[in-house]
């Protein structure tokens, strides 16, 4: 057997320990701060130490593994979080931390120039309480203290289940690094969407984690009755409605990059043979870059309004959530191309329209994903699967990447 090979072999050992440890049902739950965060953790443990790594945890709830570099040496961050939504996949989060600990244990004995971390945050998907990626937030500096107040849907609030589960809540704000003494944050992650599997590329560099923005649409006209009413007397807002999502997906279509989607949409009174009086819907957009977003949500409220106007409806568009895009540090994004086209791939460049611990970590140091190709692009799902080879590849281009930057003394 080849080395990829093995690497892949042991990625799948790792990945099936870890998803065994899950609430029951379908697929891997693992909600930050409960019993299976606390049964996952030795594995995490054992796997880490495995790779030579000394291994404590934050008051974050974050396991780090460490390894040692010169003294006054920086420090190289890597890693992922090992919670999960409900009936989740088993890839999502803890390969991020399985494939770097592959390729920390196979380099074991390579001398570099700088300290390395493997991080494991506890919560990154928000599945349990109403805010996320605490332990990066932590690290950068940008977390909020009133969130610890927030309560999952049994009542606990984030302070009383952190307490529970062994940590000082109040120890959080002098988590935060100084962002002298780092180089970067590397992090992996299932792809979540179908782009390098339809290209047959195993691994992707992620040139950015997009912005997203998110808009309430209501249009009023006049509900009427389906019969009496001629077309041409009609205020009915649900045509309206309708041009204004091919407007959408038309803006979309021919803007690269560009994602948007009407994915809620509510006709009253919503009836067979009643002329729709009101419409609520929701428009969300995401591109890689702010301007492109932004231009995007402009000439889309431009557009509900001429749409509106033409028809006698009232329209009221309202932005409700805007979240700047992430840009990837471009060194680092060579680096890791350069890494990918060794280990036999291309080193594709694509967006991630996801959030990721990185988007958190951009506040603290440069940023640089590697994703990896999904199947059929399911993710957040029990049938989320990435093959072993794509896997193993990937565990191959991290030991080049961490060997090339040793060897370039960053
Ligand atoms: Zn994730």
Same mark, same amino acid.
């Given at each position: 057997m080849n080395e990829t090979a093995e690497f892949g072999r042991a990625a799948v050992d790792w990945i099936d320990r870890l998803a065994a440890v899950s609430e029951p049902g379908p697929g891997v739950t693992r909600m930050p701060f409960s019993d299976e965060h606390r049964r996952v953790l030795p594995l995490v443990q054992e796997m880490m130490e495995d790779a030579g790594l000394s291994v404590s945890m934050d008051a974050a709830g974050t396991l780090i593994g460490r390894r040692k570099g010169p003294a006054g040496a920086p420090v190289l961050l890597l890693g992922s979080h090992q919670d999960s939504v409900r009936q989740g996949g088993a890839y999502d989060g803890a390969m991020g931390v399985v494939l770097p600990a592959l390729a920390l244990k196979a380099i074991r004995g390579e001398e570099l120039p700088f300290a390395i971390e493997l991080l494991c945050f506890a919560d990154e998907e928000g599945a349990r309480f109403p805010t996320a990626l605490m332990g990066p937030r932590a690290l950068a500096g940008t977390f909020d203290m009133a969130s610890l107040e927030l309560k999952d849907p049994d009542g606990i609030s984030l302070r009383r289940a952190m307490t529970d589960f062994g940590l000082e809540p109040e120890e959080l704000p002098g988590l935060k690094r100084d962002p002298a003494g780092i180089i970067g944050w590397i992090e992996c992650h299932?792809?979540?969407? +179908?782009v390098l599997e339809a290209e047959g590329e195993a691994l992707g560099v992620v040139t950015a984690i997009c912005g997203i923005e998110r808009h309430a649409v209501r249009l009023t006209g006049q509900a009427a009755h389906a019969g009496t009413v001629p077309m041409a007397l009609r205020r009915d807002t649900l045509a309206g409605a309708a041009e204004l999502v091919a407007a959408v997906e038309a803006r979309a279509r021919g803007t690269d990059g560009l994602l948007a989607t009407v994915g809620a949409l509510r006709v009253q009174p919503g009836v067979v043979n009643a002329v729709p009086g009101a419409v609520d819907m929701t428009v969300e957009i995401r591109a890689p870059e702010d301007a492109v977003r932004e231009a995007a949500g402009t000439a889309l409220t431009d557009a509900a309004r001429r749409i509106a106007d033409a028809r006698g409806l009232e329209v009221e568009m309202t932005r409700t959530y805007a979240q700047a895009a992430t840009p990837c540090d471009a060194g680092l994004q060579d680096a890791l191309e350069a890494a990918i086209r060794a280990s036999g791939g291309e080193g594709r460049r694509l967006a991630s329209g996801a959030t990721h611990d990185s988007s958190a970590m951009a506040d603290l140091c440069p940023v640089a994903m590697m994703f990896l190709a999904c199947r059929d692009g399911?993710?957040?799902? +029990?049938?989320e699967y990435c093959p072993p080879e794509v896997m193993g590849q990937a565990v191959a281009a991290y030991t080049t990447l961490l060997s090339r930057m040793g060897a370039e003394g960053r």
């Open positions: 299932i792809e979540q969407g +179908p399911v993710s957040h799902n +029990p049938a």
